[in-house]
């Protein structure tokens, strides 16, 4: 969070197949996947599978599975 309010403009993730992330649009989609995650259930220290393609996507989940 303290990256995404400092550096929000700045390239975060680059990655060829897709659209270049910012700190502050990366943060923003972030807390959405962590926010639908809890929505569905999905709770601290709980095991969670994830079958995506290396990339940004698999990435973002990533992160906001450690939110």
Known sequence: E???AEHGDRP???C???PTLTWG???DRIVEIASGLA???VRQGEHVLSWLPTGTDSILLMLALNH
């Open 25 to 27: 649009a990366a943060h």
């Open 16 to 18: 060829p197949d897709a």
């Open 39 to 41: 929505r569905l259930g």
């Open 12 to 14: 975060f993730l680059v």
């Open 2 to 4: 303290r990256n995404a």
